[in-house]
């Protein structure tokens, strides 16, 4: 039995540390960090700058949700608790930087797929552990 004076509620919890949670799903966002230094923007928290080698500061970025897909490709053999086949991909950020993630929303056929082709970042909840805490991820779709 649980006590309920030590008890604690199950929260909902980022799967990356580069996902910041809103209120809602539609509020979550990427973000990331710039280096004050010399400018360069990171994704997500950063503890050294890998271009200048400062301590930065490091100014906190929110990002937007469009991307464009980069490169892509169908993966087909993945870990026995992952659907397959499903689209990976690394998607270009308007703001300078890239992210990995997967192209949901369309069937994984390479005719469905293009280089540079317009997506939106969207989150949801994808799993939940023993206690009860929740985990979101972000995934993109088809911008249209
Ligand atoms: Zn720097």
């Known amino acids: 039995m649980a006590d309920?004076?030590?008890?604690?509620?199950?929260?909902?919890?980022?799967?990356?540390?580069?996902?910041?949670?809103?209120?809602?799903?539609?509020?979550?966002?990427?973000?990331?960090?710039?280096?004050?230094?010399?400018?360069?923007?990171?994704?997500g928290p950063r503890l050294y700058c890998g271009k200048c080698s400062s301590e930065g500061p490091f100014k906190e970025e929110i990002f937007g949700t469009d991307g464009e897909v980069w490169v892509w490709s169908i993966i087909h053999q993945a870990t026995p608790y992952v659907k397959a086949p499903y689209i990976a991909a690394v998607v270009d950020l308007p703001e300078g930087v890239s992210v990995n993630t997967n192209i949901d929303g369309i069937e994984p056929e390479p005719q469905n797929l293009k280089f540079g082709m317009k997506v939106k970042m969207y989150t949801e909840i994808v799993s939940e552990d023993k206690e009860g805490n929740s985990y979101v991820a972000y995934r993109f779709r088809p911008a249209d």
Request: proline fraction near 8%; include cysteine.
């Open 4 to 43: 309920s004076a030590t008890a604690t509620q199950p929260e909902i919890r980022p799967i990356v540390p580069h996902l910041r949670l809103g209120a809602t799903r539609e509020e979550d966002r990427l973000f990331g960090n710039r280096c004050t230094n010399c400018n360069t923007l990171y994704v």
